[in-house]
């Protein structure tokens, strides 16, 4: 009887591997019966959980109604350097691309002509002065003797009348000396006004002045700068009557509207400028209406020419919402968003969307004070899905991702297959 049971129970060592083989698959068999039983991720009843989404709580506000605009750089005092006076340029007094103050000496033409004319002019006025004075002297002897009849009453006009013209001599020989030396002024070139000013367009040794006003330099006012842009006329309209109508509250109330200003490289420039006037006409070829800023410049960053984006605060929407554009689904039938109630459940909610601020909405109407709108996660409401559990949204973060579904049978770590298959492998074998 001993010898029966010991051959029983041993195995030949061919089938060794197929004996662990079967075990192992009925150990695993039996774990997967024993979880059937427990709920799959926490989820009471075996069900999965519900997705995670992120939301945003709604809180209206007065929301500024900002545009974004294309326009120019422009100096806003540009003053053209010419020569007043005629003759050949000695010397250039300043250095290209400096800062200079009106009044500054700039270029020196050739002053040698103007002194020799003022010169002139002044013993001009010496002669005329001195012919006063002899015809001033010759009326006043004549005046008693007329009286008396010692000398004809015509030789006594004759007499006035030459002191008369000595006067205007006098007074002609002066205009010419003040000519002469506004001229000899003008032989030395100076700033008309502060500014930056750039290269020189004359070099020493030129003509300049000879029958017309040569052009020698340009002087540029870049503090402040003007921005120059264009709106469409038919915005401008809509803006008008949305703020006469008390749909839309003028941004600013009584001060000048806020202008930021983008550059090329879409930063944003450091000193914000003020909104000076709209044109009152309309370009008849482009449909547009030109608007006018002024951005100070103290550190000369900006320079006229380069192209940037004016960002005007033109006016405000009272108890209005910004939503991030992805909560917003748009379609031909209407907007729309998915509201989130208290205990989990969402449903559509229609709105009227505004106009556009960066990445967001504008909601004009169609939610209210504390509710909760989602904006991340709207890929994981599958068919069947009734809850969903909001956290709050983070610009750049998804929300997490929907747990996996709990595999239907377990799985063989060394194959990959279900362990369920394992029994009719080995039966096989």
């Known amino acids: 009887m001993s010898d029966t049971r010991a051959v029983r129970f041993s195995l030949p060592p061919r089938l060794l ?12 068999a039996a774990c997967g019966k024993k979880d059937e039983g427990a709920p799959a991720g926490g989820a009471p009843g075996g069900g999965m959980p519900p997705p995670q989404v992120g939301v945003v709580t709604v809180q209206p506000g007065s929301v500024a109604l900002v545009t974004e605009l294309p326009g120019r750089l422009e100096a806003s005092r540009v003053a053209q350097v010419r020569a007043r006076a005629a003759g050949i340029l000695q010397k250039r007094l300043f ?27 002044q013993a001009t006025v010496a002669r005329a002065q001195a012919n006063l004075q002899q015809a001033a002297a010759l009326a006043d002897r004549y005046k008693p003797l007329v009286e008396a009849n010692a000398v004809s009453k015509q030789e006594y006009a004759n007499a006035v009348a030459a002191r008369a013209q000595a006067e205007a001599d006098v007074q002609a020989g002066r205009a010419a000396v003040e000519t002469a030396r506004i001229n000899l002024g003008y032989a030395s070139v100076t700033a008309p006004i502060s500014g930056r000013i750039g290269r020189a367009l004359v070099t020493e040794g030129a003509l300049v002045g000879q029958g017309e006003a040569t052009q020698l330099a340009v002087i ?16 401008v309209m809509k803006l008008r009557q949305a703020l006469q ?62 192209y940037v984006r004016a960002r005007i605060e033109q006016a405000q929407v009272n108890n209005a919402i910004l939503l991030p554009q992805q909560a917003v689904t748009r379609g031909g039938k209407g907007d ?12 559509p909610r229609p709105v009227k969307v505004g106009e556009a601020q960066g990445k967001s909405w504008v909601i004009l109407d169609g939610l209210k004070a504390g509710e909760q709108v989602i904006v991340d996660g709207v890929m994981k ?11 709050p949204w983070q610009e750049g973060k998804p929300a997490a991702a929907a747990p996996a579904q ?9 194959s990959g297959a279900p362990a369920a298959q394992a029994p009719a492998s080995a039966a096989s074998k």
């Open 17 to 28: 591997p197929v004996g662990a083989a079967v075990l192992l698959a009925l150990s695993l």
């Open 95 to 121: 250095q290209e691309g400096s800062d200079v103050k009106a009044g500054q000496a700039l270029f020196a033409i050739d002053p040698a002509p103007y002194n020799a004319a003022l010169m002139s002019s």
């Open 220 to 235: 540029q006012q870049i503090n402040p700068l003007y921005v120059n842009v264009t709106q469409s006329a038919n915005e």
């Open 245 to 306: 109508s008390g749909q839309l509250s003028r941004a600013g109330g009584g001060e000048a509207v806020k202008v930021q200003v983008l550059l090329e490289d879409g930063s944003v420039y450091g000193s914000p400028g003020r909104l000076l006037f709209s044109d009152l006409s309309v370009d008849p070829a482009t449909g547009q209406i030109s608007l006018r800023a002024e951005v100070p410049n103290p550190q000369g960053m900006l320079l006229p020419g380069m």
């Open 336 to 347: 729309s968003v998915l509201v989130v109630a208290a205990d989990g459940s969402f449903a």
């Open 381 to 391: 409401l599958m068919p069947g899905v009734k809850t969903v559990k909001a956290v």
């Open 406 to 414: 709990p595999a239907s049978a377990p799985q063989n770590p060394a």
